[in-house]
């Protein structure tokens, strides 16, 4: 069955949200995520991957910040496909018709696995920093032009997604006590 690859449209909503949850599942963080940027229309650039008219990839772009605030390129995060239509090479179809349609202007960023996202161009930079790389060495750059060293800053809903399913998972262990 062909897929087809284009911008994510309003009623892709629930749909995109779902594929979210079950790629990511048991974690809600990254639908969560989503769900507020969605919402308070922080999202850059967003894509679907469908076939035979199910929404089956999702992938999304939102603002990477210079401490001040200054835009300076584009966070990727997250990108998922639903684990039954998983390594047909949806994931990468999806990321190259991103990579195409945002074009070269624009710096991206991403942390993730080096041996996925190297395929795609993306190289490690030291020169900067995630606060959500822990171990190191994940925080990767497409296109890096001139971008002074330091942190890449997030929409703050990166930090509220944290919170909302950290409350919820206290909220869940006190009913069941
Ligand atoms: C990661 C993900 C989006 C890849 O989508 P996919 O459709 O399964 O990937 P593809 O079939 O296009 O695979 C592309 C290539 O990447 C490789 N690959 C896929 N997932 C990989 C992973 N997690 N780590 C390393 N390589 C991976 C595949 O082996 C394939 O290599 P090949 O071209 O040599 O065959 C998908 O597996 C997924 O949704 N995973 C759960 C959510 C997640 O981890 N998202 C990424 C972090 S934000």
């Not at 999806?94 to 041996?115: I, K, R, T």
């Not at 890096?144 to 703050?156: D, F, N, S």
């Amino acid at each position: 069955m062909a897929v087809a690859y284009r911008r994510a449209k309003e009623s892709d909503f629930s749909d995109s949200i779902e594929v979210l949850k079950q790629a990511f599942a048991p974690s809600c963080y990254e639908a969560t995520l989503v769900a507020l940027l969605w919402r308070n229309e922080k999202i850059s650039a967003h894509y679907v991957a469908t076939e035979a008219g199910k929404l089956v990839g999702y992938i999304a772009y939102s603002l990477g910040m210079a401490p001040g605030g200054l835009p300076i390129g584009l966070h990727l995060a997250p990108i998922a496909v639903h684990p039954a239509a998983q390594r047909r090479g949806i994931g990468r179809g999806l990321l190259n018709h991103s990579l195409d349609d945002l074009g070269s202007g624009v710096p991206l960023f991403v942390l993730g696995e080096p041996a996925f996202y190297g395929r795609f161009g993306f190289v490690p930079d030291p020169t900067l920093h995630s606060c959500f790389d822990e171990t190191g060495g994940n925080f990767q750059v497409l296109g890096r032009g001139i971008i002074a060293p330091g942190e890449v800053l997030y929409e703050p809903e990166f930090h509220q997604a944290f919170n909302e399913v950290a409350d919820r998972t206290v909220n869940k262990s006190a009913n069941e006590e």
